[in-house]
């Protein structure tokens, strides 16, 4: 082996370790999902539903949104516990993709940029001002960019996420299931 190929095994072994340590959450940016619940109807906009009956009590809480299906996943330890619909933003105010770990929650918090309107239960997503927040969901209204959903569906979540949990948000989430 050359010089040149080692170093640049070298270099390619250095690149793996700094990835695996620097980005931990790249591998598990997608939640693994062990039970998906089977809901009779689809379900509406304001419909929701939790339900932990079966489920392990132990086990990360992790939370994925759907944009394409406008819908809002929450997992304990791989098993579906709730599913809510959402409202998104469009346009120059489109919901962004990606892992996000929740940065802040507030019980009551208002927009700084958007007259004071309130995101209550609010899960700051991003410094930009994207977040998981309550609110009157519904198929006329959207949001700036954040993700609303029924009042008493974020209340209960927020019992359960705290500071630094991930929210994947995805379209396509499943489309085995919903496709």
Known sequence: MSQ???ALSLLGAIVLVFAAFAFPQAASAKPRVHTVVEIDEPLDFGD???DETGVPQRGA???VVDLTAEQLYVYRGGYEI???KILRGWGKHATPTGTFKILE???EHYSST???APMPYNHRLTWKGVAIHGADVDDI???HGCVGVPLEFIKTL???TKVGDPVFITNNWMPHIYG
Request: proline share 0%; no cysteine; charged share 40%.
């Open 4 to 6: 040149k190929s080692k």
């Open 105 to 107: 929650k507030k019980k």
């Open 114 to 116: 958007y007259d004071n």
């Open 158 to 160: 927020y019992r359960y």
């Open 82 to 84: 709730a599913r809510t």
């Open 141 to 143: 209204h959207a949001t």
């Open 48 to 50: 929701y539903f939790w």
């Open 61 to 63: 809480v992790r939370v």
